[in-house]
């Protein structure tokens, strides 16, 4: 390569380049060469330009500004424009889904047919029923075109009227129609329901039998035990002794009367000295509250009316275990006949 003195810069002439004939530039100046006659074969993109209509509020500018303007239009990429009629077609096509109801309603509960009102079953949104027949939901038709809801008819009636006209069924179907409403979801009706009778007089029967922790697993074994002892003897009925008493302390002697007291606080020898256990098949108690001996049996008896299971009982005496000095237990014990058939 030539050197060239600061005289021949200094007079603003530029000084011819020679280059080596080992240097790599002129063949990469031939790359560049050939790419570009490639370049001019290659076909060139086509472009599309969108034209929009000018709205009032455009202003006239002048050519420079029209061909800037143009030319950012060029540069931009066309935004589509929203679909307007999207929207509406997706709400028709939602409405189309929804189940429509006619004013009257015809129903086939559980094969007892009924007829009421759309309004009437739509009283109170948060129910079952309000929901069944908001159109969101299917709802199969028997071979009438009744609507069918496949329950017990026999209370739906009662569920009918409290939804026209708030009227509560009577004493005697509350239970049933209390276990409908929960069926329906019918939050108001089942308000109304338990502050009625006899559900009322049940949460107060069942804060008393709460004192009893084990009072359902003794009615278990009372079942247990009866039918065993029936089907050992093939009898219809069997018997168990059973005892119920209300103080934690055995009757004491008449010089010592306190000891009757659920409140006689005594340490734990005595404890140890007073634990008995009866010999009897199930024990029920003692408990703490205004409820005698005999709230407690009506209890009993009525529970295993309840499952079907017939029950008598009476008094046959006390249990007369001798505890220590002149204490004996004294429980009273009762014996209980489960009749099966």
């Known amino acids: 390569m030539q050197q060239y003195g600061s005289d021949e810069a200094s007079n603003g002439e530029r000084p011819p380049v020679s280059f080596n004939i080992s240097s790599p530039l002129p063949v990469a100046t031939s790359r560049v060469r050939r790419f570009a ?34 030319e950012d239009d060029f540069r931009k990429p066309a935004t589509p424009a929203p679909n307007l009629n999207l929207g ?36 109170y949104d948060d129910t079952m029923l309000a929901a069944m027949f908001s159109g969101r939901h299917h709802i199969p038709r028997d071979a009438e075109g009744r609507f069918f809801i496949d329950r017990d ?36 009706l089942l308000d ?5 009778q006899p559900l009322t007089g049940e949460r107060v029967r069942q804060s008393f039998l709460d004192l009893m922790p084990y009072y359902k697993d003794n009615l278990e074994r009372i079942v247990e035990i009866a039918k065993l002892r029936a089907m050992q003897r093939k009898a219809r009925f069997a018997k168990l002794k059973i005892c119920v008493y209300k103080e934690e302390m055995p009757i004491t002697p008449y010089e010592r009367p306190l000891f009757n007291s659920l409140r006689f606080e005594r ?35 009525s529970d295993l009316a309840e499952r079907g299971i017939t029950a008598d009982q009476q008094c046959i005496g006390v249990c007369d275990k001798h505890l220590i000095n002149h204490y004996y237990c004294k429980r009273p014990i009762y014996e209980f006949k489960i009749t099966w058939w």
Request: hydrophobic share 35%.
């Open 37 to 70: 006659q490639e370049r001019r074969a290659l076909p060139q993109p086509r472009v599309m330009v969108v034209f929009s209509a000018a709205s009032e509020t455009d202003k006239p500018a002048d050519a420079m500004s029209s061909s800037d303007s143009a």
């Open 153 to 188: 008819g026999a209370y739906f009636g009662d569920i009918l009227n409290f939804l026209r006209e708030g009227e509560l069924p009577q004493r005697d179907r509350v239970r049933a129609v209390h276990r409908e409403a929960q069926y329906y979801a019918i939050g108001p």
């Open 192 to 196: 109304s329901l338990e502050d009625a």
């Open 267 to 301: 340490t734990e020898s005595e404890a140890k000295l007073f634990e008995h256990h009866c010999e009897v098949d199930v024990s029920f108690g003692p408990w703490e509250a205004v409820a005698d001996v005999y709230d407690l049996l009506h209890c009993i008896v």
């Open 88 to 123: 509406k077609s997706l709400r028709s096509t939602l409405n189309a889904s929804e189940e429509e109801f006619p004013e009257v309603i015809p129903l086939n509960v559980g094969g007892t047919n009924f007829t009421t009102r759309l309004s009437t079953l739509r009283r």
